[in-house]
């Protein structure tokens, strides 16, 4: 399925298929010791299951790298468990499971775009932009007078997802949020 490289050429953010799934290099180091022969050292991340492990590897010891197709595609609308993409260029519709979105789909709402990778037709990865803005749907009113500093409430966004905000976030405002961490980030 791959296609066979060395691993003196790895690079990071590369895809490897091994015999125990597909693996993203994290990082590599190529070791020429004094005595024996040289090797990477590796550290990767399993693609499915966000574990890190670390191997090591012959220098030009071949492994199967795995082409990943990566295209934009905008989200249309749930099914049951399931989010509709469509891709922006070819207009065809595609199906993930909510198991395969991970945590990027308390992010999603309709019409958002995201980059979606997948492998043989296998979806293997959704990325979002590192910020979004969502609409809070609903929160406490900030109590007057309590201006402690850095103080926050919690805040149901449009998505469900709840984000703890300042005290001056009020319901109906536009606030952005970071996708990487689930954070409070500004104003839209």
Known sequence: MGVPTSTNDLKNGMTLE??????????????KPGKGGAFVRTKLRNVKT??????????????????????????????????????????????????????AGQYLKEGDTAAVSTYSGVVVGVEL?????????????????????GARKPATLETGIVVQVPLFIEQGEKIKVDTRTGEYITRA
């Open 18 to 31: 091994l015999p125990d799934g597909l693996f993203q290099v994290i990082e590599f180091q190529h070791v």
């Open 50 to 103: 966000k574990a890190v492990i670390d191997r090591t590897y012959r220098a030009d010891e071949k492994v199967e790298q795995a082409i990943i197709d990566k295209r934009d595609m905008q989200f249309l609308y749930r099914e049951g468990g399931d989010y509709v993409f469509m891709d922006n260029v070819s207009y065809e519709q595609l199906q993930v499971g909510a198991d395969e979105l991970g945590s």
């Open 129 to 149: 932009p590192a910020s979004v803005e969502l609409t809070v749907t609903a929160t406490e009113p900030g109590v007057q007078g309590d201006r402690v500093s």
